[in-house]
């Protein structure tokens, strides 16, 4: 179970391939299946791989609102068009907000539109680290993928997290080489290290390892949603 703070709006960005959209949907079922109020807002329009408002229908069943594109079919889902009900969530206190940014700074730009929301101290913005992807795959990517971000929304990010993973092929071993790295960026940014996503298949092999003793954070079990199986598949 996630324990959230007082900041109601989080944004959560990272580079292709990281998991951030998997990591924002475990997120928002499992602050739902606590009876939180939540909402989530798909930003990531430019260049967009995958995409929250393609599960829409089973987010709702949820219990989950999802606001994002203007039109509602499949067929005009890439055209980049927010619809106003994006700001819904934004004002309404009671719900909490994660909002899902695009891949990079070109993608994360759109969220300068909802700036007056993102009032220093009262958001959380992370950023998703996946250390077996080539652009953060070392110290020096990682650092300037943070700070291209940070320069181009004019936000802060307030924290990181690690989501290193392979898919279905990802090891205890796999989170453990993602979370010496966060650890290091961590100190490098200035931000703590707040969350490890973790495959939901080595949840329970990952509680009972002795790398619990170096995680002082919080761990999110992740369900591949987003990915149908079969595209893991060796052809």
Same mark, same amino acid.
């Given at each position: 179970m996630i324990h959230i703070g007082d900041k109601r709006i989080l944004l959560v960005a990272g580079h292709y391939g990281s998991g951030k959209t998997e990591f924002c949907i $475990?997120? /928002? =079922?499992?602050? @739902?299946?606590?009876? =939180? +109020? *939540? @909402? &989530?807002v798909d930003l990531d329009i430019v260049n967009p791989y995958f995409r929250t408002r393609e599960k829409t229908q089973f987010l709702e069943s949820k219990g989950i609102k999802v606001y994002g594109n203007f039109y509602k079919t499949e067929i005009t889902m890439e055209i980049p068009a927010l619809s106003a009900e994006v700001r819904t969530p934004l004002e309404d206190p009671t719900v909490y907000t994660i909002i899902d940014l695009g891949g990079n700074s070109a993608g994360a730009l759109v969220a300068i539109q909802f700036e007056k929301y993102f009032v220093e101290g009262t958001?959380?913005?992370?950023? #998703? =680290?996946? +250390?077996?992807?080539?652009? *953060?795959? *070392?110290?020096?990517? /990682? #650092?300037?993928?943070?700070?291209?971000?940070?320069?181009?929304? %004019?936000? +802060?990010?307030? %924290?990181? =997290? $690690? $989501?290193?993973? &392979? &898919?279905r092929e990802t090891t205890i071993e796999d989170i453990q080489k993602g979370l010496e790295f966060c650890e290091e960026l961590s100190n490098i940014l200035k931000v703590p290290l707040l969350f490890t996503g973790c495959p939901n298949y080595l949840y329970e092999q990952l509680l009972s390892s002795k790398l619990m003793e170096k995680i002082n954070h919080q761990i999110l079990p992740i369900h591949f949603i987003m990915r149908d199986t079969w595209l893991d598949k060796k052809l």
């Amino acid at each position: 179970m996630i324990h959230i703070g007082d900041k109601r709006i989080l944004l959560v960005a990272g580079h292709y391939g990281s998991g951030k959209t998997e990591f924002c949907i $475990n997120l /928002a =079922i499992d602050l @739902a299946e606590q009876g =939180i +109020k *939540t @909402a &989530l807002v798909d930003l990531d329009i430019v260049n967009p791989y995958f995409r929250t408002r393609e599960k829409t229908q089973f987010l709702e069943s949820k219990g989950i609102k999802v606001y994002g594109n203007f039109y509602k079919t499949e067929i005009t889902m890439e055209i980049p068009a927010l619809s106003a009900e994006v700001r819904t969530p934004l004002e309404d206190p009671t719900v909490y907000t994660i909002i899902d940014l695009g891949g990079n700074s070109a993608g994360a730009l759109v969220a300068i539109q909802f700036e007056k929301y993102f009032v220093e101290g009262t958001y959380e913005f992370l950023d #998703v =680290i996946n +250390k077996n992807r080539p652009e *953060t795959s *070392t110290i020096e990517g /990682a #650092v300037n993928h943070f700070h291209d971000i940070e320069e181009r929304t %004019g936000l +802060k990010f307030t %924290g990181l =997290i $690690n $989501n290193t993973h &392979l &898919l279905r092929e990802t090891t205890i071993e796999d989170i453990q080489k993602g979370l010496e790295f966060c650890e290091e960026l961590s100190n490098i940014l200035k931000v703590p290290l707040l969350f490890t996503g973790c495959p939901n298949y080595l949840y329970e092999q990952l509680l009972s390892s002795k790398l619990m003793e170096k995680i002082n954070h919080q761990i999110l079990p992740i369900h591949f949603i987003m990915r149908d199986t079969w595209l893991d598949k060796k052809l």
